[in-house]
């Protein structure tokens, strides 16, 4: 499914919780040169988000797709490149890969979200968390950085379009991202209720 407007509401494939008091919109955002078909995928035993594996992003900010949820969610999103259809990608598929994991509307409107490298780095990423109070931790987390541009050599996969550098070279260049299955964010976070969580792929800063 092409994104070609602004902006287009896609809703989660479950029952929708009324009563719930705080509600997260989970939103997508491109702005890289070129198109991004992210591929976003439940945790177990949650449900599929609608049109989740056939989803394109225009480039340079063109289309963002946004996903209420008023139900609790949480998955993944791994940014895929090259893509000559939603099941042929040149980089996403398999490592490298960019992965962005969110958490919404959980226990008293709780956010929780990350950027992982332990797959690997194809393209920047960060999550930025709008509409919250002040009171709240909610930092923006993950790394603008194109970290394909500074790949040492032996690392660069896909022509360049990858690297499978060490943890240490990513944590580096982005403390902000978690870079091996234990690893933390330098910034803590408690957001509870954002009124968004923006994932924006090849963020300006």
């Not at 078909?37 to 049109?51: D, E, H, K, Q, R």
């Not at 993950?142 to 032996?154: R, S, T």
């Not at 990513?170 to 923006?198: I, S």
Request: with cysteine.
């Amino acid at each position: 499914m092409k994104a070609s407007m602004a902006l287009t509401a896609l809703v989660l494939a479950a029952s929708v919780t009324a009563a719930a008091a705080w509600t997260t919109t989970f939103t997508m955002h491109n702005l890289c040169p070129y198109p991004v078909w992210p591929l976003v995928t439940p945790n177990a035993g949650l449900p599929a988000i609608a049109g989740g594996a056939n989803i394109r992003l225009d480039s340079n900010g063109l289309a963002s797709l946004a996903f209420p949820a008023a139900a609790a969610w949480s998955g993944r999103v791994v940014p895929r490149t090259g893509c000559s259809d939603a099941a042929r990608c040149a980089t996403g598929d398999a490592p490298p890969a960019t992965v962005a994991q969110v958490s919404v509307n959980a226990a008293a409107g709780l956010a929780e979200y990350s950027v992982s490298l332990v797959d690997g780095f194809n393209v920047p990423a960060t999550i930025t968390p709008h509409a919250f109070d002040a009171s709240q931790t909610c930092p923006v987390l993950g790394c603008a950085v194109d970290l394909n541009a500074v790949c040492p050599a032996d690392a660069r996969v896909g022509g360049g379009a990858g690297c499978m550098a060490s943890p240490q070279f990513f944590k580096e260049r982005c403390p902000e991202e978690r870079t091996t299955a234990t690893d933390v964010e330098a910034t803590p976070q408690r957001c509870f209720g954002p009124g968004e969580l923006k994932v924006v792929f090849c963020p300006t800063n």
